[in-house]
T-cell receptor, first 118, second 116 residues
Framework: GAGVSQSPRYKVAKRGQDVALRCDPISGHVSLFWYQQALGQGPEFLTYFQNEAQLDKSGLPSDRFFAERPEGSVSTLKIQRTQQEDSAVYLC????????????????FGPGTRLTVL | AQKITQTQPGMFVQEKEAVTLDCTYDTSDPSYGLFWYKQPSSGEMIFLIYQGSYDQQNATEGRYSLNFQKARKSANLVISASQLGDSAMYFCAMRNSGGSNYKLTFGKGTLLTVNP
């Protein structure tokens, strides 16, 4: 079946512009995650959705970052007034979302959106 | 707080040989899961293998196996019979079973290069 897809794959923005990054999770996956991966680093957690509910946004770096998943499937990560330090790869992941004992509930990742802010 | 340490920024291996990528972790939770992901130059994170903290046996998936030493808090990935296509970044990650049990905490990764 289809995996997690993200669009656009590459985005170049001028400092101060707003950007919107889209994630299409695997069909039927309850949980959706956004991670930020700076150059040469491992991914870092940004936010987590269970269906349409945003249960954790503790990793969002500032109030310029906003994420939504209004119908419990597609999610959008929006960054307002982009800054150079926002340049990174933004990864979306989804999982079935069942945290039962012994279940790996593996997170499956999309290809990411590489954001460059000039 | 959870922490993952990968001390090898880069590793080289000859094709068809085995290689071990190191991962140590730190957590105070008794229940947790450890994951390895592969990230080729295309950028996608590909799930390789999972080890639960209470699993009695080391996990294996094809050419991948996990050398889990709980007392030492290490979860090294062993790739047998390396192939050219194994060249990629490899990330170790951990998820606790406590309150924030959905988050993955990643290490900084190891760049593996397989030489012909």
């Amino acid at each position: 079946g289809a995996g997690v897809s993200q669009s656009p794959r590459y985005k170049v923005a001028k400092r101060g512009q707003d950007v919107a990054l889209r994630c299409d999770p695997i069909s039927g996956h309850v949980s959706l995650f956004w991670y930020q991966q700076a150059l040469g680093q491992g991914p870092e957690f940004l936010t987590y959705f269970q269906n349409e509910a945003q249960l954790d946004k503790s990793g969002l770096p500032s109030d310029r970052f906003f994420a939504e998943r209004p119908e419990g499937s597609v999610s959008t990560l929006k960054i307002q007034r982009t800054q150079q330090e926002d340049s990174a790869v933004y990864l979306c992941a989804s999982s079935l979302g069942y945290w039962t004992s012994g279940s790996t509930d593996t997170q499956y990742f999309g290809p990411g959106t590489r954001l460059t802010v000039l | 707080a959870q922490k993952i340490t990968q001390t090898q920024p880069g590793m080289f291996v000859q094709e068809k040989e085995a290689v071990t990528l190191d991962c140590t972790y730190d957590t105070s939770d008794p229940s947790y899961g450890l994951f390895w992901y592969k990230q080729p130059s295309s950028g996608e994170m590909i799930f390789l293998i999972y080890q639960g903290s209470y699993d009695q046996q080391n996990a294996t998936e094809g050419r991948y196996s996990l050398n889990f030493q709980k007392a030492r808090k290490s979860a090294n990935l062993v790739i047998s019979a390396s192939q050219l296509g194994d060249s990629a970044m490899y990330f170790c990650a951990m998820r606790n079973s406590g309150g924030s049990n959905y988050k993955l905490t990643f290490g900084k990764g190891t760049l593996l290069t397989v030489n012909p």
